[in-house]
C-alpha cells in the first residue's frame, strides 16, 4: 500500500504590513506499487503515432519499432490500443471488428498488436485534435479503467485543422487522461505540443534522432506501469478572506496548477497531480492574507495530497507578524531556489521566442538571464544546453552573445527542457 509524507519550508514571518505567505510542499511517495495492480482501478494505455506522409522512409519504421519496445513493456491485464493519426485517428489495434475498443494485454494480445503496428503506412495530414477525441472515446469506453494514460509522437506542426479544435480538444480530453508528448525530429512546434501535454498532465521532450525512439518509448511505459496510484489532488485550504496567488509544481519540472482548481467548498481548492509512482514531488503554493498587527499569528494555508478522497498526507503553512527585520527578511532557501527555477524556464522560452523572431536584443538579455539563473540555482543542465544556443562570457552578470550557427535540434532541446528543475541541495 503507498505512503505519503508531506514537509513544508517556508519562513513564517511576515513584517509589519505583510500579506502574502510562501511555503514549498514536499510529498514523497513509497510503496507506489504497479499501475492497476493496486486500489485505484485498472489501468488503460494508448500509443498514438502520428502516421502522415512526413513520417515516410525511417521515421515510419522507428516508430514501429518504439510502439513495439513499448507494448513489451505494458502489463498483462492492462487495456491497451493503438491509434494511427493523419489529417483524421484510425483505431488500428484492437481491429476495427473487435468487440471493445481496448483490449487486456496478454501475450497473443501483444503478438497481434505488434502486427498491426508492422502494418502502419505513411500517408496524409496532421490533425493531433481528431487523435485526442478518439482517445478520449476510446478510453471512456472503458469505465472500470480510471488510470489512463497515452504516448503521443509527432514530426510535425498541427496544420491540417484549425487551431481552436485542437484546443478544444485539449480541453475536452483534461481529467480524462495523462499524456506525454514527443516530438521527433525539428518540424515539429514545441509551444504547440508542450500546450498539449501541460493540459493533459504530462511532459513533452524531443527526439533527435530516430534510433533514440524505441529506448525512449520503453522507458516512458516503464514509468506509466510504475505509477501504481492512479490518481491525485493536492487540496489546499486558506481561511476566510484570504486568497490562494498560485499553486505551482516546481520539481521535478514547472506546472503551473492555478488554472486548474475546482472548488471542494468555499475555503477548499482541489488541484488535480495525476497518477504517481515512488517519487517526491515540490509545489509552491502562495497565499495572500489580510495584514494582522505585529505579535499576531495565524494558519495561513493548510496543503493536503488525496488519494480517493482520503487524505493520505499534509502540512500546515503558518503566519506569524514580527518587527525583527533579521526575521522578517530571511529568505527561505526552498521558496528562493524554486521562485528561481520558474523564472529560468520563463526566460529561456522569451529568450527563443525572441531570437525567433530576430529580435536579438531581447534575446540576448533573457538568455543572458538564463545563464545567470542556472548558475545561481545550480542547473547544470541548462547551462550546459544554454552554451549551445550562447556564448557565455560572464555567467555570474549574465553577460552572453548569440551564436550565429546553432543546430535547431540543440534550440528544441533547450526549449523542451526548460521546465525541468533541479532541487535545492541539502
Not at 503507498?2 to 510562501?22: I, R
Not at 514549498?24 to 499501475?35: D, F, M, P, R
Not at 527585520?325 to 523564472?343: F, W
Amino acid at each position: 500500500m503507498a505512503q505519503f509524507t508531506a514537509e513544508v519550508f517556508q519562513n513564517e514571518f511576515l513584517p509589519d504590513g505583510g500579506t502574502d505567505v510562501h511555503a514549498v510542499v514536499t510529498i514523497t511517495c513509497a510503496g507506489a506499487g504497479e499501475a492497476g495492480r493496486g486500489e485505484g482501478g485498472e489501468a488503460a494505455e494508448l500509443i498514438i503515432v502520428d502516421t502522415s506522409g512526413s513520417m515516410q522512409g525511417d521515421k515510419i519504421y522507428a516508430a514501429q519499432t518504439a510502439a513495439a519496445a513499448a507494448i513489451d513493456q505494458i502489463l498483462d491485464g492492462t487495456w491497451f490500443g493503438i491509434v494511427a493519426g493523419t489529417d483524421g485517428a484510425t483505431r488500428v489495434f484492437p481491429y476495427p471488428n473487435a468487440e471493445t475498443a481496448l483490449v487486456r494485454m496478454e501475450p497473443g494480445a501483444r503478438a497481434e498488436a505488434k502486427r498491426a503496428i508492422g502494418r502502419l503506412v505513411a500517408g496524409g495530414g496532421t490533425a493531433m485534435g481528431s487523435w485526442l477525441r478518439l482517445a478520449k472515446r476510446i478510453f471512456e469506453s472503458v469505465p472500470r479503467a480510471t488510470q489512463r494514460h497515452a504516448i503521443l509522437l509527432t514530426d510535425g506542426r498541427n496544420q491540417s485543422e484549425p487551431p481552436e479544435v485542437l484546443a478544444s480538444s485539449v480541453r475536452d480530453a483534461q481529467g480524462v487522461f495523462q499524456c506525454d508528448c514527443r516530438g521527433a525530429g525539428v518540424d515539429w512546434d514545441v509551444a504547440e505540443l508542450r500546450g498539449v501535454s501541460t493540459a493533459l498532465l504530462g511532459t513533452v521532450d524531443i527526439i533527435p534522432d530516430a534510433a533514440s525512439m524505441p529506448r525512449v518509448f520503453a522507458e516512458l511505459m516503464q514509468q506509466a506501469m510504475s505509477r501504481g496510484v492512479a490518481d491525485a489532488q493536492l487540496r489546499v485550504w486558506a481561511p476566510q478572506g484570504a486568497q490562494v496567488l498560485f499553486v505551482r509544481q516546481v520539481s521535478p519540472q514547472v506546472e503551473d496548477l492555478t488554472g486548474r482548481r475546482v472548488d471542494v467548498n468555499p475555503l477548499t481548492a482541489a488541484f488535480p497531480t495525476g497518477a504517481w509512482g515512488d517519487e517526491s514531488r515540490d509545489y509552491h503554493v502562495a497565499v495572500r492574507l489580510p495584514a494582522k498587527p505585529v505579535g499576531s499569528e495565524q494558519l495561513a494555508a493548510r496543503v493536503q495530497l488525496v488519494v480517493r478522497d482520503q487524505v493520505v498526507a499534509g502540512g500546515l503553512v503558518k503566519a506569524l507578524w514580527s518587527d525583527n527585520d533579521v526575521l522578517t527578511t530571511r529568505i527561505n532557501p526552498e521558496v528562493a531556489h524554486y521562485t528561481g527555477q520558474v523564472e529560468l524556464a520563463e526566460v529561456i522560452q522569451a529568450g527563443l521566442a525572441a531570437r525567433s523572431a530576430g529580435d536579438e536584443a531581447t534575446a540576448r538579455i533573457k538568455l543572458g538571464r538564463a545563464v545567470q539563473l542556472a548558475e545561481a540555482t545550480g542547473n547544470a543542465e541548462a547551462t550546459t544546453r544554454l552554451k549551445k544556443v550562447v556564448d557565455v562570457e560572464d555567467a555570474a552578470t549574465g553577460k552572453v552573445t548569440l551564436k550565429r550557427d546553432v543546430d535547431r535540434v540543440d534550440e528544441m532541446a533547450l526549449d523542451t527542457s526548460s521546465t525541468k528543475t533541479t532541487r535545492v541541495k541539502k
